[in-house]
């Protein structure tokens, strides 16, 4: 069974940093594409950042220069750090794998950047 866990959420003031991660079990890691998605109140859910498994990278524009998103395919991790902090980031973020055509979702972390 597919297992994602994140960490690293909570409240930080805006032009703050923060860093999430994500372990994944139950799948082969380095076979994945990841990505981190997120969802704001009232908002439909929206894709971060999304990172292939060779490697590749996608970001939505307005995170585009500010966060980083990354694996370490030997810690079965994916990370998204997340620099210059806008009121407007404050969501919940969750992680996200596809392998072999499945989706699985970890349960989430809050990210609450204060003004």
């Known amino acids: 069974q597919v297992q994602l866990v994140e960490s690293g959420g909570g409240l930080v003031q805006a032009g703050g940093s923060l860093r999430l991660s994500c372990v994944a079990s139950?799948?082969?890691?380095?076979?994945?594409?990841m990505g981190w998605y997120r969802q704001a109140p009232g908002k439909q859910r929206e894709m971060v950042a999304t990172?292939?498994?060779?490697?590749?990278?996608n970001y939505v524009d307005s995170v585009k220069g500010r966060f980083t998103i990354s694996r370490d395919n030997a810690k079965n991790t994916v990370y998204v750090q997340m620099n210059s902090l806008k009121p407007e980031d404050t969501a919940v973020y969750y992680c996200?794998?596809?392998?072999?055509?499945?989706?699985?979702w970890g349960q989430g972390t809050q990210v609450t950047v204060s003004s």
């Open positions: 996200n794998s596809v392998f072999l055509g499945r989706t699985y």
């Open positions: 139950g799948t082969i890691f380095s076979m994945s594409d």
């Open positions: 990172i292939t498994r060779g490697g590749n990278t």
